[in-house]
């Protein structure tokens, strides 16, 4: 009798312990009250960048080299008061896509076949992340080329041939041709296939699984998935639904969303916006502002345009704004960025007209924070750390430092270097504890 108490009374003391410990680790997941972000009881609001390459940086050959870099690119972000990085999870194929070569290694490098040992870098970005009470949205696979993405499922079943894939196509072809992953059903269960696979991953240095990783905080079905065309958006809309439901339904820890443009990107349907984000399971909204890309100014004429780029940043975001009001949800501005002045590549160069773009949109941010309004956080576009672009050469070739600009893109064209220092200047007037704004 007396031991059978003992052993009761020894199984109760160990379960009040886990039940402890459950919720002690709880406490740090990101989650949603109404339409704040909250950590615990307090809310959260934040200044993050885009950091993509992060989990990739382990990875290069020098691997220790990597990893001290990462180290010391953490630390820098949280000197700033940055504690919140947007980061590439899922990567497909090899060789040209669209014309331009694509990051490298990849996660699936052949159809069906993955190495779990890129994963290691993530597992390492999370451990460190975690050390710092860092917070991590990672995205699983992308609507455009630069990681293989939608058009390397369409490849791999044979919608889209070989050499289509590695050609560069026009604005009306990547548009036909991206849009046919949504009635892809083999395409989609390759994707399904990698996303459970990088959910349940067992993380080698906090071994913990994915799904109950506290230094995650969200998970996005893909970089800025689109319809591309009017015609795919019924299935679009099934498929952005279906999914978010599926990783509900593996991951109860973390938050969902679908890591989309906004407007700008649902066929400038504000309605097809808003009702993408409408069902339960998608926790919040995103919008990515592209002032270059979407035309707002041409050339280098960078400053003499910023009065109307600001002016349709800020519209953009208000618009946005009311849809997450609507919906009861936060709402985050997770990409927007600009080049140097000039439109210079040179980190020497200044950023006057950039940090009065950046000021604009934190001071929307810093807005809905002090009314605790529903605009929650904002990633700049994108960090660089202590990369710099190789002299005499534009695009990223194998073997380069990783930036914040994909290999698409000209090297320094919109990254944030660490020497950035009017730049960081700003982001710390906003993201100190002792701010007045």
Known sequence: MQRHTIYTVSLIFISLISLIELKAQNAYFVSVNNSQFTIGRAPYY????????????TLQKDG????????KELDFLKSQGVNNLRVLAGSEGKGLVNGVERVKPTLQPEHGEFNPAILEGLDYL?????????YAVLFLSNNWEWSGGFLQYLNWNKVISDSAMRSKMNWDDLRDNTSGFYSCDPCKKDYEKQ????LNHFNKYTKRAYKNEPAIMAWELANEPRPMRPAAIDAYKEWTSSVASLIKSIDKNHLVTLG????MGTEESAKLFQEVHQPKDIDYLTLHIWPKNWGWFRDTSITESLPVIISKSKDYIRKHEAIAKALNKPLVIEEFGLPRDGHSFDPAATTFARDSYFKAVFDEWNRSRNSHGVIAGCNFWSFGGTARPVKGQVFWK?????MGDPPQEEQGLNTVFDCDNTTWTLVRSYTNPNSTR
């Open 398 to 402: 194998e073997g380069d430092d990783f």
């Open 126 to 134: 999370i451990y460190e992340m975690g050390k710092r009470k860092m």
């Open 260 to 263: 989309t443009e906004g407007i």
């Open 195 to 198: 996303l459970k696979l990088i």
């Open 64 to 71: 220790s080299r990597g990893k001290e870099r990462l180290k």
């Open 46 to 57: 934040y200044i993050g960048v885009n950091y993509w390459y992060g989990s990739l940086l």
